[in-house]
């Protein structure tokens, strides 16, 4: 997929098994309730038709990724990491644009997610694609751990 390009070499890829040491590696040090390697596989091995899990490489170095769902005009942001050492250069603006690209071409109409509440650089990163909080969930990541709903119409998403 060809979209605005902040890193030479910079390629938006569907994930794969050969992925997940890697990917397991980043979600480990982005997370402190991180997804389980078993699950990544079993999504990988039996992919959901809804489901789309794509990581962001340059050369040969897994430098981020991101895991959405469409279903029908709804589309969800599941997930989305870049590693410490390849934070603020514009990865995590590649991964999303390149993600609402997609929902667009598949006739997503808005798109939702969860944030935590104390996760500002997350906010500053979806509000600047014009996402805006639309719902709270109480302890959805754990006891006094709350969520921010964020939700955007796709055709609005020019940053
Ligand atoms: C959120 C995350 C994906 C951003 O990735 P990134 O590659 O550093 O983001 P970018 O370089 O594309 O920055 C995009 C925007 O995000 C915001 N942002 C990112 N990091 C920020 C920080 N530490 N402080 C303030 N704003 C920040 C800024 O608005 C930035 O735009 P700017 O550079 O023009 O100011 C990354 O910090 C991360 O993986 N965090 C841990 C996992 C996580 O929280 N995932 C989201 C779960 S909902």
């Given at each position: 997929m060809i979209t605005q390009n902040p890193l030479p070499n910079l390629t938006f890829e569907p994930m794969h098994s050969c992925d997940l040491q890697e990917v397991i590696k980043i979600e480990n040090e982005c997370f402190e309730d991180p997804w389980s390697e078993i699950y990544y596989m079993l999504s990988l091995k039996?992919?959901?038709?809804?489901e789309y899990f794509y990581v962001a490489r340059r050369e040969h170095t897994i430098v981020g990724y991101i895991v959405f769902s469409i279903l029908y005009e709804a589309a969800h942001i599941l997930n989305l990491a870049v590693p410490t050492a390849y934070r603020r250069q514009g990865i995590g603006k590649y991964l999303l644009t390149s993600a609402l690209e997609m929902i667009q071409a598949h006739d997503g109409r808005e798109v939702f997610l969860e944030v935590a509440v104390s996760n500002l650089p997350a906010q500053y990163l979806y509000r600047q694609f014009g996402f805006r909080i639309c719902g709270i969930r109480k302890n959805?990541?754990?006891?006094?751990k709350d969520a921010y709903v964020f939700r955007k119409g796709v055709e609005t998403h020019a940053v």
């Open positions: 039996r992919p959901r038709s809804y959805y990541y754990g006891r006094y």
